[in-house]
């Protein structure tokens, strides 16, 4: 059974910091593509940032310079540091991972305050 579980998300001030986890089970962890996404009230579900099976890594324009996602193999974990954050970055933060198959998290909220 497949399980992605994300954490780490809260209320923080705009210019504060949060770290996301998400701990991955029942998958060939290593050779997925993992992401996160997020999706703010009445909005699309969006890309924030994706990172491949050799490390390589993409980043909505809205987050280049803010947010890091980084991948931990032997720990089936990957993080999104979100630093500077913005009230515009408020929204539900869903981990991915996609490989043949597409996995979804629970999603974790973020809210960031002005």
């Known amino acids: 059974q497949v399980r992605l579980v994300e954490s780490g998300g809260g209320l923080v001030q705009s210019g504060g910091s949060l770290r996301l986890s998400c701990a991955a089970s029942g998958i060939r962890f290593s050779s997925n593509t993992m992401g996160w996404y997020r999706q703010a009230p009445g909005k699309q579900r969006d890309l924030v940032a994706v990172i491949d099976n050799g490390g390589n890594t993409n980043y909505a324009d809205s987050v280049k310079g803010r947010f890091t996602i980084s991948r931990d193999n032997a720990k089936n974990t990957v993080y999104l540091q979100m630093n500077s954050l913005k009230p515009e970055d408020t929204a539900v933060y869903y981990c991915?991972?996609?490989?043949?198959?597409?996995?979804w998290g629970q999603g974790t909220q973020v809210t960031v305050s002005s």
């Open positions: 991915n991972a996609k490989m043949i198959w597409t996995y």
